[in-house]
């Protein structure tokens, strides 16, 4: 397994050696081979979308009567209004819990390959079905979220919309489904995305350097794709998290991580899995170091980070719905 993953880098690498002296000369052309531009959303044939599940989706992500306590939701550790994060080392779950991983940005989040830093969820409606009922997040149940909803009238209809072919909409499944829907939709292109669409004046002279700077130092042998980055695993022996392997359980998944996704990086700190590197400029030599063995100067530090703030996206306006009232039989929040 690892002697895949170093065959696989350096093939990159040597693709990149390839493509340095093209990209001078036509414009950086060939870096679209390394990176993509976002979708404007992204499907998923086993959980298509429609106006009315992505606008319940949306109702659900915020709603923190999906959690034991009625405190906690989605939104909580995943904040639409600061970067898709919670900007917090490690997130506050219930009881004032602190997790043990800094909690990724759910924006583009439905473009990367797996879920959470050890990639245990295969996509974002199978992640979205995790911190509700993990005892120190959302601490919910099955039984208890499917109650509260079933006794909140608004709430049934939207199901009955939302899964019209459903003979049973109002399930557990179906609540992630509607959830997932609504992330398939938080996409954020960014001026880099206009570059790479033909815009040869999207990024600065100053930026542009930087994007040099990472594809000569071979950055992108991970960093690469529409998220730049969110689609492999690589190992970074940094701090006491043993990362994949406790998923896994193989010797060669010991602190290997899903590598983390760019967009937005300029807003998603503190940074790596433990969230104790706040400063990104700290960030990028860490990873300099650890990941390439090199020892990255204060000029290629200052330029690779005004190329990651060029990757800061648009955040589309969010209108944020009016949840409907519980009932008298809706279940009270709960906060032991």
């Not at 959690?67 to 639409?80: E, Y």
């Not at 730049?228 to 998290?241: A, C, I, R, T």
């Not at 990873?287 to 063995?293: A, D, F, R, Y």
């Not at 648009?314 to 519980?326: A, G, H």
Request: hydrophobic share 35%; aromatic share 8%.
């Amino acid at each position: 397994m690892r002697t895949n993953k170093a065959f696989e880098i350096l093939l990159v690498l040597f693709i990149i050696l390839l493509i340095i002296p093209s990209a001078a000369l036509s414009g950086n052309e060939s870096y679209k081979t390394l990176f993509q531009p976002l979708p404007d959303r992204v499907d998923n044939p086993e959980n298509p979308l429609n106006r009315d599940k992505i606008l319940l989706g949306k109702m659900l992500f915020i709603d923190a009567r999906l959690s034991k306590s009625g405190f906690f939701s989605c939104n909580s550790c995943h904040n639409l209004t600061t970067g898709g994060v919670d900007n917090l080392p490690t997130s506050i779950g219930h009881a004032w819990h602190s997790g043990p991983r800094n909690a990724p940005t759910v924006y583009n989040a439905a473009i990367h390959t797996t879920q959470f830093w050890d990639g245990r969820a295969k996509d974002v409606e199978e992640q979205a079905q995790g911190p509700v009922l993990n005892p120190g997040e959302m601490a919910s149940s099955k039984e208890l979220v499917l109650e509260r909803i079933n006794t909140i009238p608004e709430y049934v209809s939207l199901f009955k919309k939302a899964f019209p072919e459903s003979k049973d909409p109002i399930t557990y499944e179906n609540v992630a489904k509607a959830i997932a829907a609504f992330e398939r939709t938080l996409m954020t292109p960014s001026r880099f995305d206009r570059y790479l669409k033909g815009d040869k004046k999207a990024l600065t002279s100053d930026e542009m350097k930087g994007l040099n700077i990472v594809v000569k130092k071979g950055c992108v042998a991970c960093h690469r794709g529409p998220a730049l980055g969110g689609n492999s695993f690589q190992k970074f022996d940094y701090g006491d998290d043993m990362g994949r392997y406790e998923v896994t359980k193989n010797e060669a998944d010991r602190k290997v991580f899903k590598v983390a996704s760019w967009r937005n990086v300029a807003l998603t700190y503190p940074y790596f899995h433990d969230g104790k590197v706040w400063n990104l400029d700290e960030a990028v030599r860490i990873m300099g170091e650890k990941q390439l063995n090199t020892k990255l100067t204060d000029e290629e530090v200052h330029y690779i980070v005004i190329f990651l703030n060029s990757l800061t996206g648009e955040m589309k306006r969010i209108d944020l719905p009016v949840l409907p009232p519980s009932t008298q039989n809706t279940p009270h929040p709960d906060r032991n």
